[in-house]
């Protein structure tokens, strides 16, 4: 059971609704209710500790559905980091099980927007290792800084097949019949705002599809 399927059951289980649970957490409108519901977007820290509240459930009950996957394998002098801070090197990442595989490059961008195929096949590997039985899990090589403001030229962008990303998080989503990276929030009205450290766009829950959640950037080692 999900996420979204346990806000539901829960509401049903206690004759609440979506409007009922939004004021208890302190929420402007019950469209953020929806959302999770539907999967669209996962609730962060702060809002899940209300729902626990709200429900009188260990936080653990709802958590265990938004966790991180576990693809990648700390090592000595090793870093990951998300999208909104400064590039720092990825290196000597080792997985010790069997099913394990290096990340496939997808493709090379240059702008904005771009098309991404629907399979491809890698002509270039990173030295970086995941668990194969984790969603599919990629990279994309920046080669512009139009293409992901957040990543240096010659980065490569790692992403995890997702359908839903927390609001605040980097994601690749398509967007009017185009591919592109972009911060997600989701604002009170139902809205959700797309946006780089320099522009921002407002559109609504239909015009996006989440393609896949930002893991890591990664240079390669000098």
């Given at each position: 059971?999900?996420?979204g ?32 519901v ?28 938004i ?95 997702a ?14 019949n ?21 522009k ?23």
């Open positions: 059971m999900d996420l399927q346990k806000i539901e059951k829960l509401l049903k289980l206690t004759s609440m609704t979506k409007v009922e649970l939004a004021r208890k957490l302190g929420l402007k409108d019950s469209s953020v209710i929806s959302h999770w539907k999967n669209r977007f996962k609730p962060d820290k702060k809002n899940l500790q209300k729902l626990a509240a709200a429900f009188d459930k260990p936080l653990s009950y709802f958590e265990e559905d966790s991180q996957p576990s693809s990648f394998y700390e090592a000595p002098n090793f870093t990951i980091r998300e999208g909104t801070t400064t590039a720092k090197s990825l290196y000597e990442i080792i997985s010790s099980l069997p099913s394990s595989k290096h990340i496939g490059v997808a493709l090379e961008i240059q702008s904005e927007y771009f098309d991404l195929p629907y399979t491809f096949e890698p002509e270039e590997f990173l030295p970086v290792m995941f668990d194969a039985r984790q969603k599919e899990t990629f990279a994309l090589k920046i080669d512009s800084k139009s293409a992901c403001p957040w990543a240096e030229k010659g980065e490569f962008a790692i992403f995890v097949r359908e839903a990303v927390q609001s605040g998080k980097i994601a690749l989503i398509r967007y009017k185009k591919y592109c990276i972009k911060k997600l929030n989701l604002l009170s009205g139902g809205e959700i705002l797309l946006s780089t450290p320099t921002q766009i407002k559109v609504s829950q239909d015009e996006i599809l989440v393609a896949a959640k930002l893991m890591a950037f990664y240079r390669r080692p000098c």
